[in-house]
């Protein structure tokens, strides 16, 4: 079960490659991903510029973007449809076009932090984290048990606010007006507590490479209380939402991704999972300790939230875990030279970085945004423009992250 | 018992001074009662995107200041900018500006760098705010607070 993630060119080309739980480098590509490799070594701008079914009598080009309020985001949606039904989708991502990769080579390690940080801002501890796990790895640095665990908190911080915003965002679409306002309060709230814990709305500023500084071990217990109280009211609201039939009737069976369509697109994280494919890079790093990270087998809407949403619990299970072990040693999870990569909330973050005398020399950033909007085009297809808006939303995913 | 015979009652009792700014901003009273805002990113890391949600969210409840969110710059009388704009915003950002209706207001919303494209209107200038900020900021424009 490969999933091609990235091509960089040194001398030959290398294959960024996810595999049962770790990412790896290949020289050889295997002909299981190969589906992908012209799309993921181009890097286009522009994803499906080359649908067949553009053109015709009564096709009609629904251009979507880049200002409107149903996107919200700097970047077009071009749905082709032939009467309601939309037969392709092309969306390009050249208005949040901001050549970072190419910005960030010749900065020193902390300006390259803070740049990694501001790529994409409800992302930014997976940035940071795999940013500064790719360092370390370069330059040998060993984090202390401490910081590793206090990294696996605030990634699970990260995924709770992140999932909780899809979820929000799905209720808003589908006009549940009580779910939304209960939701947008529950979101908030966990943003008020990334405040509290790291000093970030965002979680922004707090890693640091060689581990996290200056934290005050006290505020541990608060948070213990704190994100259970975010979850068990959420709890309450999902059980509740699973039962508003009109809710489900416009997730069931909207933008339907096949597990197939997934592993040959490069598609990571829940999405894939809400496919029925068992993979997670937690799965692999021994400082986990009993993972059960949902996984559902439609590959709709629908599937989707529900594993954003029962990934909540199992982030609260992961926090009290970490929290109860906090004074135990753990193994770090080893990579090759100069790689790091983290489960970020949407999928498989990944950074390969070049060092020269301290300065960046070469990096290549792999993002779960850019495979997920080629999912969105995919799952569009034969839908109509009403279900538009819940494929976006169900995917979790954002122009900033995938246009780099 | 009611409470309000004895202790008073102010008219707007959810209004109190929750949300001070500091920032300099450029009142327009006109405003005062109600103020439609739209949004438009130009290029942020999404993150102000966020902040922009989670302003809509219960705890800040807006709309009892008359602060409402369009969805067309047709509507609205007050554009936030988000973030600096990269190459391609810069022309749907002039267009946008184009349709707002007179009078308006332009607040220009920023993260790490600045934004020097002498936009029209402009009425104020936040870096890396929270929603309490921008709330505030808009109620410095509404001459609110």
């Known amino acids: 079960m490969k999933i091609l993630l990235g091509v960089f060119r040194k001398d030959i080309n290398y294959y960024v490659v996810q595999d049962n739980g770790i990412v790896l480098t290949e020289t050889d590509p295997a002909d299981t991903y190969l589906p992908n490799y012209a799309s993921v070594k181009l890097r286009d701008m522009m994803i499906n510029s080359d649908q067949s079914v553009k053109d015709g009598d009564g096709v009609f080009d629904f251009r979507y973007g880049p200002v409107t309020s149903g996107v919200g985001e700097a970047g077009i949606y071009h749905l082709y449809t032939y009467g309601e039904r939309i037969l392709s989708v092309s969306i390009d991502l050249s208005y949040k076009h901001r050549n970072i990769q190419n910005r960030m080579v010749g900065l020193d390690l902390k300006s390259g932090l803070k740049m990694a940080e501001s790529i994409c801002g409800n992302f930014a501890f997976s940035h940071s984290l795999a940013f500064s796990k790719a360092v370390e790895s370069a330059i040998g640095v060993n984090v202390d048990s401490k910081s590793q665990r206090l990294r696996i908190i605030a990634l699970e911080l990260e995924r709770i606010y992140n999932h909780l915003y899809v979820i929000y965002q799905l209720a808003q679409t589908a006009s549940q007006k009580v ?118 087998e439609e590959g709709d809407a629908l599937s989707r939230m529900e594993v954003r949403a029962e990934e909540i619990f199992e982030s609260q299970r992961i926090i009290f875990n970490q929290i109860e072990n906090f004074d135990a040693e753990i193994n770090a999870e080893t990579t090759e030279k100069g790689f790091g990569y983290c489960e970020s909330p949407s999928g498989t973050m990944v950074y390969k970085i070049d060092l020269e005398s301290q300065n960046i ?25 009403t279900d538009f808006q819940f494929a976006v939303e169900s995917f979790g995913v954002n122009f900033a992250d995938a246009a780099l | 018992m009611k409470w309000w015979p004895t202790k008073g009652m102010k008219r707007f009792l959810t209004e109190m001074d929750n949300y001070p700014s500091k920032a300099t901003v450029k009142s327009m009273n006109i405003f005062k009662r109600s103020i439609h805002i739209y949004t438009i990113d130009v290029g942020n890391s999404n993150l102000l995107n966020f902040e922009i949600k989670a302003l809509q969210s219960a705890q800040y409840n807006t709309h009892r200041f008359g602060i409402y969110f369009a969805d067309s710059p047709r509507h609205a009388d007050l554009l936030i900018v988000l973030g600096s704009p990269t190459k391609n915003m810069i022309e749907p950002l002039m267009n946008t500006i184009e349709q707002m209706p007179k009078p308006f207001g332009i607040l220009i919303v920023e993260e790490n760098d600045e934004m020097d494209l002498e936009l029209p209107n402009v009425v104020g200038r936040l870096k890396n705010p929270e929603p309490s900020d921008i709330l505030g900021a808009i109620l410095k424009i509404m001459e609110r607070n």
């Open chain 1, 361 to 385: 020399s070469d990096v290549y950033i792999a993002t779960p945004s850019l495979f997920a909007f080629k999912g969105i085009a995919n799952s569009l297809v034969g839908n109509i423009f």
């Open chain 1, 179 to 296: 779910l939304t306002s209960h939701l947008s309060y529950l979101f908030e709230e966990s943003l008020r507590l990334n405040k509290k814990i790291s000093g970030s709305r965002y979680l922004k500023n707090f890693n640091d490479i060689g581990g996290i500084k200056n934290f005050d071990e006290k505020t541990l217990q608060d948070l213990k209380t704190d994100v259970q109280k975010i979850v068990n009211e959420f709890k309450d609201l999902y059980e509740w939402a699973l039962e508003s039939g009109n809710f489900l009737d416009r997730l069931y069976s909207t933008a339907i991704l096949k597990s197939s369509d997934a592993m040959s697109l490069g598609i990571t994280g829940p999405t894939l999972r809400a496919s029925g494919i068992r993979e997670d890079l937690r799965y692999n790093d021994p400082a986990y300790e009993n993972l059960n990270i949902p996984i559902k």
